[in-house]
């Protein structure tokens, strides 16, 4: 598990990634708690998805693309629990539920434009990232790491 | 003065004591009753209890962050909120294990029905056909219930199937997506009624809009799930509250039953229970003994008792659960809206299919999405999370679900029997769905998707969720009753035929189980077995 402070940037880093900031200290203690309740990080954990979130924190804009790769190819993976965690806990805290479950002004055609365009951009990014994290599988499998 | 001893506090349980109490008896109950942790800001919407409580996260998700569903794990949206894992909790002293079922039990005071969604459809005439019960049915009973505990809805197009009772309340306000489906409805009505044989009606729901008898009224803060915290929502722990206030009613709690005991004429004379704190055995003396632990736990302790009595315990078959089917949709006349968050959380409407053999009625609860945790359905949207919560925040107003529920029978093979364990006995449970159930399943949900369809719905392909057997907790039929005599069943009036003074109060004595809620039945069945007791 990583150490408090860096959970701390972690925490505010996914949190703006989500639209809410970048939390508040009850948000960031709760997700402080639940790693250190255990229930984040699984014994069977590999090295690559602890890469991944590295990569996540240090690269904060890259959150999406790693989010898209991890959606397909590893949904159950470190970053989406991380992510998902946070989610979970920004939901049960205002004003950060009202940012998060707020409809956007438009038309309903403007809707589902958008969202054609969120898929393609969805798509390309996990095309994207195939390929570029590939090295860093292959790295992480050469080192065993666990 | 009759006297009589209850063996739980569920739903059956508090209404039996009730009727026999009102009849003059002395009511002894023994029940585990774990108590449910007290409301907390009651009067705070569910928008409001997120600004003013001090540790929401701890609230919605656990000390423990267990009510956080990760992406991949086990678990059903809209699971058990951590506020009620009290009432799921098991008891060390109660084993079991089971094969194509996966069971529930609650020790808690009310029993499982304090997790009830409050649907309260009658069952009609053709339903209650091999209840052995007489023309009277069970109308008169459904009503002294709703009086009870206050039931809302209308007189429909739903009573067609659904009968109508007495003491029926108007029901809630519409939140905005009920009332614009209904209202569709309204315009396609014939077209779904002769078409699909389908029909749309207010739900009928424990809850009331009105302050009554010491009850408040729903005024909608939008915490259903996580237990009303004004107590509008009906729950059987509320008229045990009120049960201990009578004088001739005796509440032993933190007792768990292990057996009864008869004499040489099979004539039932004493119940052994144990005294959970102190593990000290205690002997009660017994008139009539109700057993309204629900229909597993009144199963084990019915054969444990044999067990001990004769040496060997028999098989109980018949067993019986509701099939439920999830069918989530979109309505896209909702879509961008704001999702009104003040609003009764559960069905507001619900849905009737008729099928050909009248006994084989599909029933749908519809509950729009109003106030939820919502990380459980974004993390299902299969983009990158900030572009799956952008879809679901436009989308929010117009979700929604039917709960699509099943009948069953009672089969021979899906049964409940002890086996050894140590010293003591688990109970072991085995079910197969009928052959034909995934042909009626299909057929049934094809016709729903279309109903669907025609009020401007979209059913996203391959989100319907078979839910397993055991999840819905509506079990019955271990020992059915009976008009002719015969080993494991019991009479018409809830007696047992192999021990006299012995009376299941629970679904234990169903012989057939509609796709309907039993909750509301079984308080009035147990009314109506409370009824003849006193007479007998």
Same mark, same amino acid.
């Given at each position: 598990? &990583?150490?408090?402070?860096?959970?701390?940037?972690?925490?505010?880093?996914? *949190?703006?990634?989500?639209?809410?900031?970048?939390?508040?200290?009850?948000?960031?203690?709760?997700?402080?708690?639940?790693?250190?309740?255990?229930?984040?990080?699984?014994?069977?954990?590999?090295?690559?998805?602890?890469?991944?979130?590295?990569?996540?924190? %240090?690269?904060?804009?890259?959150?999406?693309?790693?989010?898209?790769?991890?959606?397909?190819?590893?949904?159950?993976?470190?970053?989406?629990?991380?992510?998902?965690?946070?989610?979970?806990?920004?939901?049960?805290?205002?004003?950060?539920?009202?940012?998060?479950?707020?409809?956007?002004?438009?038309?309903?055609?403007?809707?589902?434009?958008? @969202?054609?365009?969120?898929?393609?951009?969805?798509?390309?990014?996990?095309?994207?990232? &195939?390929?570029?994290?590939?090295?860093?599988?292959?790295?992480?499998? &050469?080192?065993?790491?666990? | 003065?009759?006297?009589?001893?209850?063996?739980?506090?569920?739903? !059956?349980?508090?209404?039996?004591?009730?009727?026999?109490?009102?009849?003059?008896?002395?009511?002894?109950?023994?029940?585990?009753?774990?108590?449910?942790?007290?409301?907390?800001?009651?009067?705070?919407?569910?928008?409001?209890?997120?600004?003013?409580?001090?540790?929401?996260?701890?609230?919605?998700?656990?000390?423990?962050?267990?009510?956080?569903?990760?992406?991949? #794990?086990?678990?059903?949206?809209?699971?058990?909120?951590?506020?009620?894992?009290?009432?799921?909790?098991?008891?060390?002293?109660?084993?079991?294990?089971?094969?194509?079922?996966?069971?529930? $039990?609650?020790?808690?005071?009310?029993?499982?029905?304090? #997790?009830?969604?409050?649907?309260?459809?009658?069952?009609?005439?053709?339903?209650?056909?091999?209840?052995?019960?007489?023309?009277?049915?069970?109308?008169?009973?459904?009503?002294?219930? &709703?009086?009870?505990?206050? /039931?809302?809805?209308?007189?429909?197009? =739903?009573?067609?199937?659904?009968?109508?009772? +007495?003491?029926?309340?108007?029901?809630?306000?519409?939140?905005?997506?009920?009332?614009?489906?209904?209202?569709?409805?309204?315009?396609?009505?014939?077209?779904?009624?002769?078409?699909?044989?389908?029909?749309?009606?207010?739900?009928?729901?424990?809850?009331?809009?009105?302050?009554?008898?010491?009850?408040?009224?729903?005024?909608?803060?939008?915490?259903?799930?996580? !237990?009303?915290?004004? +107590? #509008?929502?009906?729950?059987?722990?509320?008229?045990?509250?009120?049960?201990?206030?009578?004088?001739?009613?005796?509440?032993?709690?933190?007792?768990?039953?292990?057996?009864?005991?008869?004499?040489?004429?099979?004539?039932?004379?004493?119940?052994?229970?144990?005294?959970?704190?102190?593990?000290?055995?205690?002997?009660?003396?017994?008139? !009539?003994?109700?057993?309204?632990?629900?229909?597993?736990?009144?199963?084990?302790?019915? =054969?444990?008792?044999?067990?001990?009595?004769?040496?060997? %315990?028999?098989?109980?078959?018949?067993?019986?659960?509701?099939?439920?089917?999830?069918?989530?949709?979109?309505?896209?006349?909702?879509?961008?809206?704001?999702?009104?968050?003040?609003?009764?959380?559960?069905?507001?409407? %619900?849905?009737?299919?008729?099928?050909?053999?009248?006994?084989?009625?599909?029933?749908?609860?519809?509950?729009?999405?109003?106030?939820?945790?919502?990380?459980?359905?974004?993390?299902?949207?299969?983009?990158?999370?900030?572009?799956?919560?952008?879809?679901?925040?436009? *989308?929010?107003? #117009?979700?929604?679900?039917?709960?699509?529920?099943?009948?069953?029978?009672?089969?021979?093979?899906?049964?409940?029997?002890?086996?050894?364990?140590?010293?003591?006995?688990?109970?072991?449970?085995?079910?197969?769905?009928?052959?034909?159930?995934?042909?009626?399943?299909?057929?049934?949900?094809?016709?729903?998707?279309?109903?669907?369809?025609?009020?401007?719905?979209?059913?996203?392909?391959?989100?319907?969720?078979?839910?397993? @057997?055991? %999840?819905?907790?509506?079990?019955?039929?271990?020992?059915?009753?009976?008009?002719?005599?015969?080993?494991? $069943?019991?009479?018409?009036?809830?007696?047992?035929?192999?021990?006299?003074?012995?009376?299941?109060?629970?679904?234990?004595?169903?012989?057939?189980?509609?796709?309907?809620?039993?909750?509301?039945?079984?308080?009035?069945?147990?009314?109506? /077995?409370?009824?003849?007791?006193?007479?007998?």
């Amino acid at each position: 598990m &990583a150490d408090r402070a860096t959970l701390e940037r972690e925490c505010a880093a996914f *949190a703006r990634y989500l639209g809410a900031g970048a939390g508040d200290a009850y948000v960031t203690e709760q997700y402080v708690a639940a790693h250190e309740a255990g229930v984040v990080e699984l014994p069977g954990t590999t090295g690559f998805e602890r890469s991944v979130v590295a990569l996540a924190r %240090a690269l904060p804009w890259s959150l999406r693309a790693l989010d898209a790769h991890a959606r397909v190819f590893g949904n159950g993976s470190l970053l989406r629990r991380k992510l998902v965690l946070l989610l979970a806990i920004l939901e049960t805290r205002a004003p950060h539920d009202e940012a998060l479950d707020t409809p956007t002004a438009g038309s309903n055609l403007g809707m589902f434009v958008r @969202m054609a365009w969120l898929g393609a951009v969805f798509a390309t990014l996990v095309v994207v990232t &195939a390929l570029l994290l590939l090295p860093v599988r292959v790295v992480s499998l &050469a080192g065993g790491a666990r | 003065m009759k006297r009589v001893l209850i063996v739980g506090s569920g739903a !059956s349980g508090v209404h039996f004591a009730q009727t026999a109490l009102e009849h003059g008896a002395q009511v002894t109950m023994l029940d585990v009753g774990r108590v449910a942790p007290a409301p907390v800001l009651p009067d705070a919407s569910f928008a409001r209890f997120k600004r003013e409580h001090a540790d929401p996260a701890g609230y919605f998700l656990g000390s423990k962050f267990e009510s956080v569903l990760f992406p991949g #794990a086990k678990g059903e949206y809209y699971g058990f909120p951590p506020h009620k894992g009290f009432i799921f909790a098991p008891l060390e002293r109660f084993r079991m294990r089971a094969s194509g079922f996966d069971p529930l $039990t609650s020790f808690a005071r009310g029993g499982l029905a304090e #997790a009830w969604t409050g649907g309260s459809f009658p069952f009609n005439a053709q339903e209650l056909a091999d209840f052995t019960l007489g023309p009277e049915g069970l109308l008169a009973n459904y009503g002294r219930v &709703a009086a009870r505990i206050g /039931i809302s809805g209308a007189d429909d197009d =739903l009573s067609r199937f659904t009968p109508v009772h +007495e003491h029926l309340a108007p029901g809630l306000p519409l939140d905005p997506h009920s009332a614009q489906l209904f209202e569709r409805y309204g315009r396609e009505r014939e077209h779904l009624n002769t078409r699909l044989g389908a029909w749309m009606g207010r739900t009928r729901a424990a809850v009331r809009a009105d302050d009554r008898e010491g009850r408040n009224g729903c005024t909608n803060l939008g915490r259903c799930l996580w !237990s009303c915290p004004r +107590e #509008a929502l009906y729950t059987p722990s509320l008229t045990l509250r009120a049960l201990l206030k009578h004088e001739r009613f005796t509440y032993l709690s933190g007792r768990h039953v292990a057996r009864f005991e008869a004499d040489e004429s099979n004539r039932v004379r004493r119940v052994r229970a144990v005294e959970l704190a102190t593990g000290r055995e205690e002997v009660h003396e017994v008139e !009539s003994l109700v057993l309204a632990a629900g229909t597993l736990a009144s199963a084990k302790l019915f =054969l444990d008792s044999l067990r001990a009595h004769g040496g060997r %315990a028999p098989a109980l078959a018949g067993l019986m659960d509701n099939r439920q089917v999830l069918v989530p949709f979109v309505n896209l006349a909702m879509l961008r809206r704001r999702y009104q968050s003040d609003s009764y959380q559960y069905h507001q409407l %619900a849905m009737g299919f008729e099928r050909p053999d009248p006994r084989h009625y599909v029933h749908g609860l519809v509950t729009t999405l109003k106030t939820a945790l919502i990380h459980p359905i974004v993390q299902s949207v299969p983009f990158d999370l900030k572009s799956a919560l952008w879809i679901f925040r436009n *989308a929010h107003a #117009a979700l929604g679900i039917v709960n699509v529920n099943f009948h069953d029978d009672r089969r021979p093979g899906n049964r409940v029997e002890l086996e050894a364990d140590g010293d003591s006995t688990r109970l072991v449970v085995q079910y197969a769905p009928s052959n034909d159930e995934p042909e009626r399943m299909k057929a049934a949900l094809a016709t729903v998707k279309k109903a669907l369809s025609k009020l401007g719905c979209v059913v996203p392909p391959g989100m319907a969720h078979v839910r397993p @057997m055991g %999840a819905s907790v509506h079990y019955a039929g271990t020992l059915p009753m009976s008009a002719t005599r015969a080993p494991l $069943t019991t009479s018409p009036a809830g007696e047992s035929h192999d021990i006299a003074g012995l009376y299941f109060a629970d679904g234990t004595t169903f012989p057939f189980l509609p796709a309907k809620n039993l909750t509301f039945t079984l308080m009035a069945n147990a009314d109506r /077995i409370a009824q003849a007791w006193a007479r007998a």
